[in-house]
């Protein structure tokens, strides 16, 4: 009897499709593990925001995961030097990566108009050290007085202390303003404006000096511990001031306030998305009291919420 032979699959057909049976399923498990900490990329619910990397992402991160309703979805990319732009070209729908003044002249250099600030979260603040002077407390003690002898009674920062402000002129309004946070200084203006004018504020600006402080401008970078060491007081950034060994939690003698701040890092969204619900409770999220309980716990006074006073006086 002729027939013909029975064959089984190919082997490499076999092969073929357990590959693709493997493939599908490792496809199915990334799905799941970007749906658990972001969302999918697409979908009526999802957000895609350009974020800054390090604390702004990681804040981010935290108000997603812990403070937003499951119901939204939130893509989170890496925010380059173009995200604004990307965003009001419709690549993406919200930045947070930047401070309010860096947004305003970024978006006047490039002519962009359709953005604005939705919310304003969280400060990279300044604080006041000393090496030698634990507190604020009002004092009678005088030092660097040039005609007699130094008289100091407690540790509180006395009067004629010499005060080091970064010599740039960003970083000596906030140095400044600082000061008048703590109520060292009286300045003909409050804390919080924006103008260039604000931003700018020089000695001239000083009305009074409650301790009478000498206060100087000083490129930091260049002797920092020698500055910290030989001066009675100095604003530092919290760069700075980490690599000094200094927690602003633990070693400032104040910290710069977040209420008001011009320096608020900020969330910005288009236009087109003015009045979202999904923007809205991402934005609440973002103001939740308990955020500021995380940066507290998290950063130690090196970065705040708007909502929340660093001082300590």
């Not at 005088?142 to 008289?151: I, P, Q, R, Y």
């Not at 300045?187 to 000695?203: H, M, N, V, W, Y």
Request: aromatic share 6%.
């Amino acid at each position: 009897m002729t027939g013909v032979p029975i064959r089984g699959p190919h082997p490499r057909g076999i092969l073929v499709t357990l590959i693709a049976m493997l493939l599908t399923v490792v496809a199915a498990g990334c799905g799941s593990e970007t749906a658990v900490e972001y969302g999918s990329s697409d979908g009526g619910d999802n957000l895609v925001v350009y974020a800054g990397k390090g604390a702004d992402r990681d804040i981010l991160e935290y108000a997603v995961k812990n403070l937003l309703g499951k119901q939204i979805r939130v893509t989170i990319k890496d925010a380059g030097d173009d995200a604004n732009a990307k965003v009001a070209g419709g690549d993406g729908d919200l930045v947070f990566y930047q401070h309010a003044p860096a947004f305003e002249a970024d978006t006047a250099d490039r002519g962009i108009t359709d953005l604005s600030i939705v919310s304003r979260v969280n400060v990279v603040p300044y604080a006041l050290y000393s090496h030698t002077w634990t507190d604020l407390h009002d004092t009678e003690s005088w030092v660097n007085t040039g005609l007699v002898a130094d008289s100091v009674t407690d540790t509180s920062l006395p009067h004629g202390a010499r005060v080091a402000l970064p010599s740039t002129a960003t970083g000596f309004a906030r140095g400044l303003y600082l000061l008048q946070s703590a109520g060292l200084v009286s300045l003909d203006r409050p804390f919080g404006g924006t103008s260039a004018q604000d931003l700018t504020i020089t000695k001239a600006n000083v009305l009074d000096s409650a301790r009478h402080l000498d206060v100087i401008g000083l490129s930091l970078d260049d002797f920092l511990k020698s500055t910290y060491e030989s001066y009675d007081a100095v604003a530092l950034n919290p760069d700075q001031a980490s690599s000094l060994g200094l927690v602003p939690a633990d070693d400032a003698l104040a910290i710069e306030p977040g209420p008001d701040n011009p320096y608020a890092h900020v969330v910005v969204a288009p236009t087109r998305l003015a009045g979202d619900p999904r923007v809205l409770e991402l934005t609440h999220a973002l103001e939740d009291p308990r955020l500021a309980g995380y940066l507290s716990r998290t950063y130690r006074g090196a970065n705040i919420t708007v909502a929340a006073a660093g001082n300590r006086g």
